[in-house]
């Protein structure tokens, strides 16, 4: 057995990762292959967990050869690598390598210009993430999102009465722009696409532009290679509407701030209504500049939260029925009970149980819901977990014993996994810092500095972001 097996996979990936450099471009690192999760290294199989069905895809039928290349470059001639979907995986994307130097940023048209790929060919920029159409076309709008299939609960019902305002009265300066935030799968994209559906509904030649932050960074930074800026600025600045997603992803990225903040103006100044979104309130977006933060708060901000039960309940029950589907009110209320956080689990739960109960001929009803989401549910609500199982988990992956962790030992491989274990008690239990503390033998402060420096960590490393999903998705038993 090769020596490589045994080292934790979070290594393992790192050397993946760090192969790439110089043989795919960064961007499309950070894009497509950075936010996969190593989960498992089956005999030479390194198993790569993707968020949405997309990215698989992608990197499959795209990166395949080139990243199978690397893989074995960067663990052996035998190595190959698999690519399974979870949607636990949802990876933040940031920089998987070293910070760029602002000042550096796409400086000069040549300097902009991404290395060569050594074999294959890939694109500059990578395509929008989603099965969305181009970015430049109105029809952008997911047909889906609209008001009508928007359940309203008190979780989120100053967004969308924000929301519908902004629809009936774009560009009135007291709500321009919109800024809404709030965590994963809450319904902010669906939220500003209903607006921007209304409003063309409204008024057909209002042009109407929805965007990911992430692909107005790659769409300017083409425009500059290209030399190409003028119809980049004609493009935006003759926006009605401007839906502008996930703007966290502005992140470090001067230059396309600098732009950003032009358009913006340009577009206020119009009288151009703008919507932004994001998954913290402008002033927590770190590395955001601070005219632009200021710009933002400028109109309305409006938060979403995670919904309620009631409101989990109606949002099962609207899909169901636009799905054709009955589902028997004591199945909504033990999926409602138990995938509490994000609405995009809540619904992908009912369509795995009505995927399942039509293949296997089965009732939905609850012997199925336990059966076709036993697993999908245990995480959650189901299955307690207890620091004894994230002790457990922790001491497998780093090969240390349970005594070493809970003794006084200090050296640098018994305690980072002790921090480890520690910042994993604190996430997904609902221990005190004190409890967490007697459990390792600790004061509580030792606790919360452990926290704090594996927190920032995972902010900062993506070897570390790695592996703390790979060992939740392990520990939640997913
Ligand atoms: P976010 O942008 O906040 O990550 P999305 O807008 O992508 O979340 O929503 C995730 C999924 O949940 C989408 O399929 C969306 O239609 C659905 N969804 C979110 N909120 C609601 C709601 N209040 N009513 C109905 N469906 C919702
Ligand atoms: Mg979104």
Known sequence: ??????????????????????????????????????VACEGHELVLAVDVAARKQYIETRLGALLGDIVQQALGADYTFSVVID?????????????K????????????????????????????????????????????YTFEAFVMGRSNQFSYSMAKAVADAPGLPSHNPLFIYGGVGLGKTHLMHAVGHKILADHPE?????????DFTNEFIRSIREKNMDAFREKYYHIDVLLIDDIQFFTGQE???????????????NGSQIILTSDRQPQDVKGLEDRLISRFAGGVVVDIQPPEFETRVAILQKKAQSEDVDIPGDVVTYIASRVDSNIRELEGALTRLIKYASMMGVPIDETTCVAALGNYLRGEKGRRITMEMIERIVCTHFKVTSEDIRSTKRSNDIAYPRQIAMYLCHELTDV???????????????????????QNQTSEDAATDALIKSLSIQIKGI
């Not at 290594?11 to 043989?23: H, P, R």
């Not at 471009?25 to 950070?30: K, Q, T």
């Not at 409890?435 to 452990?450: C, E, K, L, Q």
């Open 87 to 99: 949607p636990a995986a949802a990876a933040p994307k940031k920089p998987a390598k070293k910070e």
């Open 1 to 38: 057995m090769s020596e490589e097996l045994n080292r934790p996979l979070a290594q393992l990936w790192q050397k993946v990762l760090e192969k790439t450099d110089g043989i795919i471009h960064e961007d499309v690192v950070n894009t497509w292959i950075a936010p996969c999760v190593p």
């Open 432 to 454: 005190s810092w004190p409890t967490i503390g007697g459990f390792f033998n600790r004061d509580h402060s030792t606790v919360i500095h452990a926290h704090k420096k594996i």
């Open 101 to 144: 130097d602002p000042a550096a940023e796409y400086g000069t048209a040549e300097s902009i210009d991404p290395p060569a790929p050594t074999q294959g060919s890939l694109p500059l920029t990578p395509p929008a993430e989603t099965n969305a159409p181009a970015p430049d076309d109105a029809s952008t709008l997911n047909p889906k």
């Open 255 to 269: 230059q396309t701030q600098t732009e950003f903040f032009q358009t913006f103006n340009k577009l206020r100044d």
């Open 206 to 214: 209002k042009r109407v532009l929805y965007i990911a932050s992430t």
